[in-house]
């Protein structure tokens, strides 16, 4: 299991990226703790697996004011390959003016994968932004009709779908992240 739990300093913008390629069974886990003032963070996961479980779990605790959290979680699944996540913001008594958005986005590409997304929110002060969400689905028909029209065959379509998908996300991450997830999706 992969644990983080770090502090982030007053003034400071951190991004934190946790990365699954479907290699092996793994948890990957991130605590954030913004108990300064101004500090503010990205949580970044990108998945994609045709086989073995992965668990991700985030927390991130807003402590002080004018603290800023974006958890951003997008990933794909084929064949057996299962991930679960579960990401969870709380917002301090004293915590004024947080703003935070935790959100999971998958596609689930075959009958035999499965994804699942908890996100929770607890919100205990006021005059703070606050959001949450989740997707789980499919490729949808009309996308891959709308391609195969086009003369994809139905493999290559999904492959497209996949890389736009995940491909939108990639530059978010630090440069050294963003050239091995790259280089892995240049693979699938």
């Known amino acids: 299991m992969d644990t983080q739990t770090i502090h982030i300093k007053e003034g400071e913008q951190k991004i934190i990226p946790l990365v699954w390629f479907g290699d092996e069974d793994r948890t990957l886990s991130?605590?954030?703790?913004?108990?300064?003032?101004?500090?503010?963070?990205?949580?970044?996961?990108?998945?994609?697996?045709?086989?073995?479980?992965?668990?991700?779990?985030?927390?991130?605790?807003?402590?002080?004011?004018?603290?800023?959290?974006?958890?951003?979680?997008?990933?794909?699944?084929?064949?057996?390959a299962i991930a679960d996540f579960e990401g969870r913001v709380v917002i301090e008594k004293g915590a004024k003016g947080a703003d935070a958005d935790l959100n999971e986005h998958a596609i689930?590409?075959?009958?035999?994968?499965?994804a699942n997304a908890i996100p929770r929110l607890e919100v205990?002060?006021?005059?703070?932004?606050?959001g949450h969400g989740a997707?789980?689905?499919?490729?949808?028909?009309?996308?891959?009709f709308y391609l195969?029209?086009?003369?994809?065959?139905?493999?290559?379509?999904?492959?497209?779908?996949?890389?736009?998908?995940?491909e939108s996300f990639v530059g978010e991450f630090p440069p050294?992240?963003?050239?091995?997830?790259?280089?892995a999706l240049?693979?699938?």
């Open 148 to 166: 195969a029209t086009r003369g994809l065959p139905r493999d290559e379509a999904k492959r497209l779908i996949v890389h736009g998908f995940l």
């Open 186 to 188: 240049s693979k699938i």
């Open 135 to 144: 997707t789980v689905g499919k490729v949808g028909e009309e996308e891959l």
């Open 30 to 80: 991130a605590r954030v703790i913004l108990d300064k003032p101004d500090s503010s963070v990205k949580v970044l996961c990108i998945f994609f697996g045709k086989a073995h479980t992965l668990k991700a779990e985030t927390e991130v605790i807003h402590r002080a004011p004018n603290t800023f959290s974006r958890t951003l979680v997008k990933g794909v699944v084929d064949g057996t």
């Open 108 to 114: 689930v590409l075959s009958s035999g994968a499965r």
């Open 176 to 183: 050294k992240e963003a050239e091995e997830i790259r280089t």
């Open 124 to 130: 205990m002060e006021n005059e703070v932004k606050a």
